[in-house]
Nanobody
Framework: EVQLVESGGGLVHTGGSLRLSCATSGFNFDDYAIGWFRQAPGKEREGVSCFSNIDGSTYYEDSVKGRFTTSSDYAKKTVYLQMNNLKPKDTAGYYC???????????????????WGHGTPVTVSS
């Protein structure tokens, strides 16, 4: 069974940092695309970053470039999202999603991912 468990969210002031973790299990880590997404109340789920375990490619949504960095720990089968210089607009529930094995890399398109964690909330106060 595919399982994704997010952690690391919390309350932080503008300019602060958080490190989110997505612990994975139940699938071949090497064959799946894994991404971070966020969803604010009343809004659609938005792609934040994604990581391909096949070729190591990473992609970021424009508003987080230079502030967020995604990485992985192969031994722990865990994907991280380091978030620096947080802003109030970053406030949302953050979710880990995965798809795979795949023929075409899904990128930041949330609708193309099949499995999701339950999310971890991030609140950035002004």
């Amino acid at each position: 069974e595919v399982q994704l468990v997010e952690s690391g969210g919390g309350l932080v002031h503008t300019g602060g940092s958080l490190r989110l973790s997505c612990a994975t299990s139940g699938f071949n880590f090497d064959d799946y695309a894994i991404g971070w997404f966020r969803q604010a109340p009343g809004k659609e789920r938005e792609g934040v970053s994604c990581f391909s375990n096949i070729d190591g490619s990473t992609y970021y949504e424009d508003s987080v470039k230079g502030r967020f960095t995604t990485s992985s720990d192969y031994a722990k089968k865990t994907v991280y999202l380091q978030m620096n210089n947080l802003k109030p607009k970053d406030t949302a529930g953050y979710y880990c999603g995965t798809l795979g094995p795949y023929y075409f890399f899904p990128g930041l398109h949330a609708t193309k991912y099949d499995y999701w964690g339950h999310g971890t909330p991030v609140t950035v106060s002004s």
